[in-house]
């Protein structure tokens, strides 16, 4: 007899894995964040650091002095018998004017046998081109030929001066016989042997277009060359008081006006001193007066020079310029905001657009504020929103006033959120700002680098 199979088969509902969900849910998670990572720009961070700057005040400076040029009286032949910016007394030889050129070409002759070459010429020559090279400068080429015609000039006038006393009968003849003319200086100081233009120019009438140095040119005097009557011989600089005018912006000159010296550096040398100056407004410009007592050999042969206005650093918080932007936010009345129930935070009572006109509690972020008015973003409201004054019927359109903010994105909690900033001075790569400011960038906070290419709430990835 064949046994009857009891076995009865259930049918069973549907049961969850849970592990598989979790595992699911994981696995999603990860592709957000790749597709995420991939396809977002990751952004570069800045942490906020104490800092000092120093502000880029280089100038072209325009140098005045008081100088007097010397006319020939005589046409002829002219040589010199001091060396190009050098100091002479009362009486001292300056130059002589050879009317019909012998004692010139004796002069010339003696020169090129050489037998007036000195040994202490010859020792001051080679100490002027060791201290030459000593401080040249691949950046300061042109000043190679420069320091080439002062070399020469000075051996030239040395030699012409040495000839003065082995051609003493041939000069004395020539006076005689009135064909030769020595010159001597009338008045103590430093001369120079050439002019420019710029020898009357004063703090009292000098112009704007003055500052021009595109056309600048500076004629040169040399020994030997022929000379007309009344023509420039030299020109005497009789004072160790001199002045660098300046043109400055009004913002600068308002910060100066309560100093009564400033330092300076020369930037061709780095050469710093200090200097008493007074402000000149011209032709709705301003100009500063630099009043200088000392140095006036050292750039005897400039007429414009760059000049740093040395002047004291700002300190504060030091960021980035590329991580400065801005952004444009909503100004509201302080008077609309109230104390929430919830918060002690500034709450708005922003009306229903719906018929039943329904007023409900926000509580916006605010971002600055001044004395009237709270600044806030379009997070919570929109430009058209009707807020309302509490215990009045008195509204206020969202949207009525606008102000644009200057400041940085702050990414310490992984997304954009903007910082207003204080800027107490800025140089070409950054700017220091001011700590301490109500809702704004702090010490240790982490800014997006580049500012123009974050946005309010954006997930940063790094």
Same mark, same amino acid.
């Given at each position: 007899m064949a046994r009857k199979n009891n076995i009865v088969k259930f049918r069973h509902g549907f049961s969850l894995n849970i592990g598989f969900i979790v595992f699911f849910v994981i696995i999603i998670y990860v592709i957000f964040h790749i597709f995420t990572y991939i396809t977002s720009k990751p952004v570069s961070e800045y942490e906020v650091r104490q800092g000092t700057i120093a502000t880029n005040n280089v100038y072209k400076g325009l140098i005045l002095r008081s100088e007097t040029i010397i006319y020939a009286q005589q046409d002829g032949y002219i040589n010199y018998f001091v060396a190009n910016d050098s100091k002479v007394g009362v009486g001292n030889p300056v130059f002589s004017v050879d009317t019909d050129g012998s004692v010139s070409d004796q002069i010339q002759a003696v020169n090129e046998n050489g037998s007036n070459i000195t040994p202490e010429m010859i020792s001051e020559t080679i100490s002027s081109i060791n201290n030459f090279t000593s401080s040249y400068s691949e950046n300061d080429f042109s000043k190679v030929y420069s320091f080439k015609n002062k070399i020469n000039s000075t051996l030239i006038q040395s030699m012409n001066q040495n000839a003065l006393n082995?051609? !003493? %009968? !041939?000069? #004395?003849?020539?006076? #005689? $016989?009135?064909?030769?003319?020595?010159?001597? !200086?009338?008045?103590?100081?430093?001369?120079?042997?050439?002019?420019?233009?710029?020898?009357?120019?004063?703090?009292?009438?000098?112009?704007? @277009?003055?500052?021009?140095?595109?056309?600048?040119?500076? +004629?040169?005097?040399?020994?030997? /060359?022929?000379?007309?009557?009344? @023509?420039?011989?030299?020109?005497?600089?009789?004072?160790?008081?001199?002045?660098?005018?300046?043109? &400055?912006?009004?913002?600068? !000159?308002?910060?100066?006006?309560?100093? $009564?010296?400033?330092?300076?550096?020369?930037?061709?040398?780095?050469?710093?001193?200090?200097?008493?100056?007074? &402000?000149?407004?011209?032709?709705?410009?301003?100009?500063?007066?630099?009043?200088?007592?000392?140095?006036?050999?050292?750039?005897?042969?400039?007429?414009?020079?760059?000049?740093?206005?040395?002047? =004291? #650093?700002?300190? *504060?918080?030091?960021?980035?310029?590329?991580?400065?932007? +801005?952004?444009?936010?909503?100004?509201?009345?302080?008077?609309?905001?109230? /104390?929430?129930?919830?918060?002690?935070?500034?709450?708005?009572?922003?009306?229903?657009? =719906?018929? %039943?006109?329904?007023?409900?509690?926000?509580?916006?972020?605010?971002?600055?504020?001044? %004395?009237?008015?709270?600044?806030?973003?379009?997070? @919570?409201?929109? +430009? *058209?929103?009707? &807020?309302?004054? #509490?215990?009045?019927?008195?509204?206020?359109?969202?949207?009525? @006033?606008?102000?644009?903010?200057? *400041?940085?994105?702050? &990414?310490?909690? *992984?997304?954009?959120?903007?910082?207003?900033?204080?800027?107490l001075s800025q140089n070409d790569d950054y700017t220091i700002v001011e700590t301490g400011t109500t809702y704004g960038v702090a010490l240790y906070d982490h800014i997006a680098l580049d500012g123009s290419s974050v946005v309010e709430n954006q997930t940063i990835t790094k």
């Open positions: 082995t051609l !003493a %009968d !041939a000069i #004395s003849t020539a006076e #005689s $016989n009135s064909t030769f003319y020595m010159y001597n !200086a009338a008045d103590s100081g430093i001369v120079h042997f050439g002019t420019d233009g710029y020898e009357e120019v004063t703090p009292d009438n000098f112009t704007i @277009d003055q500052f021009n140095n595109s056309n600048y040119e500076q +004629k040169v005097f040399n020994s030997s /060359e022929k000379i007309g009557q009344l @023509d420039p011989a030299f020109k005497l600089i009789t004072s160790e008081n001199w002045d660098i005018l300046i043109n &400055i912006s009004d913002t600068l !000159a308002q910060d100066l006006n309560e100093k $009564n010296y400033v330092t300076i550096r020369f930037c061709d040398d780095d050469y710093t001193t200090n200097a008493g100056f007074s &402000i000149i407004k011209k032709d709705g410009q301003y100009f500063i007066d630099l009043k200088m007592k000392n140095s006036l050999i050292r750039y005897i042969d400039e007429r414009f020079t760059n000049i740093e206005l040395v002047l =004291d #650093s700002q300190s *504060g918080l030091k960021i980035p310029n590329s991580a400065i932007t +801005k952004k444009e936010f909503f100004t509201i009345p302080k008077k609309y905001f109230t /104390e929430g129930k919830d918060s002690s935070s500034p709450c708005l009572m922003k009306k229903s657009s =719906d018929k %039943d006109n329904s007023i409900s509690v926000i509580t916006p972020t605010i971002f600055f504020s001044t %004395d009237d008015y709270y600044y806030i973003d379009d997070e @919570d409201v929109s +430009k *058209g929103d009707t &807020i309302v004054l #509490s215990d009045s019927s008195e509204t206020y359109t969202i949207g009525t @006033d606008t102000d644009e903010l200057t *400041g940085v994105y702050n &990414i310490n909690k *992984g997304y954009a959120v903007f910082k207003q900033i204080n800027i």
